[in-house]
């Protein structure tokens, strides 16, 4: 069983910069597509970055251009690099695959923006 374990949120005032991790149990190596969602208070969990295994990344009109999803095999880690941050990107943030079966959720990491 593939466990998630996701860190780096905490409280940042907007404009502020945060680096998320999320460490796998299991290698990342051969998984075709992962990526970071996000869960805001009151609302259904979002994708908000995804990246694929020729490299390539894609992301949500809300956040592109300020955050920066990234990997690193040999640590099978998966990154969110969260620059220009705004209140309205508060939520728990949680990584697992894109399509497919989902992995068990892990506990997520609570983001908080604001002054």
């Known amino acids: 069983q593939v466990q998630l374990v996701e860190s780096g949120g905490g409280l940042v005032q907007p404009g502020g910069s945060l680096r998320l991790s999320c460490v796998v149990s299991g290698s990342i190596f051969s998984i075709d597509r992962m990526g970071w969602y996000r869960q805001a208070p009151g609302k259904q969990r979002e994708l908000v970055a995804g990246i694929f295994s020729d490299g390539s990344t894609n992301y949500a009109g809300s956040v592109k251009g300020r955050f920066t999803i990234s990997r690193d095999f040999h640590k099978n880690t998966v990154y969110l690099q969260m620059n220009s941050l705004k209140p309205e990107d508060t939520a728990v943030y949680y990584c697992?695959?894109?399509?497919?079966?989902?992995?068990?959720w892990g506990q997520g990491t609570q983001v908080t923006v604001s002054s």
């Open positions: 697992n695959k894109i399509g497919g079966s989902a992995w068990s």
